[in-house]
């Protein structure tokens, strides 16, 4: 790192303060359909990898599996998405509803409407960069450390 630059103040606070904010333009506008952006998200995620193992899904959202449990349960009693018997008796398998998917199209209008308007507000090349940026500190991030895999903590 170069010793003329230093990160100044707390990076998750920071990271929290944007989130908050982004997260307040996206739910104004994805609240229109009747989904939280989160939920809006889980539907989004479960179309592209349906049917998708429950401990998959939670892998790939970067949640872990008692808050993805928490979070399907309203989309399950909307009717929109269905945890159904996977390969064998022990493993369960998510996936949306016709009204599931119908929802996720009602709803990818309105986030197509928020996401325009955040490209708008701060312009479209400091967005590439930052969803960039965000990409590859995630990465960097989830990069398995040797000891961890050899204890067996992963």
Same mark, same amino acid.
């Given at each position: 790192?170069?010793? +003329? /630059? ?6 998750? &606070?920071?990271?929290?303060? !944007? ?17 939280? $952006? ?11 990898? =349906?049917? /998708?193992? #429950?401990?998959? !899904? =939670?892998? /790939? ?5 008692? $808050?993805? $449990?928490?979070? &399907? ?8 998405? /269905? ?8 493993? %369960?398998?998510?996936?949306?509803? #016709?009204?599931?998917?119908?929802? %996720? ?16 507000? &701060?312009?479209?090349? %400091? *967005?590439?960069?930052?969803? =960039?940026?965000? @990409?590859?500190?995630?990465?960097? +991030? @989830? ?9 067996? $903590? *992963?």
């Amino acid at each position: 790192m170069n010793d +003329l /630059v230093k990160p100044q103040g707390c990076t998750s &606070l920071k990271l929290r303060e !944007l989130q908050r904010v982004v997260a307040q333009r996206y739910d104004a506008e994805v609240g229109k359909s009747g989904l939280k $952006t989160t939920q809006y998200s889980l539907l989004s995620h479960i179309q592209s990898l =349906a049917p /998708v193992r #429950p401990g998959e !899904l =939670a892998r /790939v959202m970067h949640m872990d599996a008692s $808050t993805l $449990t928490r979070n &399907l349960r309203p989309l399950q009693e909307q009717g929109w998405v /269905v945890v159904s018997e996977g390969e064998d008796a022990r493993s %369960r398998s998510v996936s949306l509803t #016709p009204e599931g998917l119908a929802k %996720r199209q009602e709803a990818r209008r309105h986030w197509r409407a928020a996401q325009e308007a955040l490209n708008e507000r &701060l312009g479209p090349d %400091r *967005v590439a960069a930052l969803h =960039a940026l965000i @990409d590859e500190s995630l990465a960097m +991030l @989830d990069e398995t450390e040797p000891e961890a895999e050899a204890d067996g $903590t *992963v």
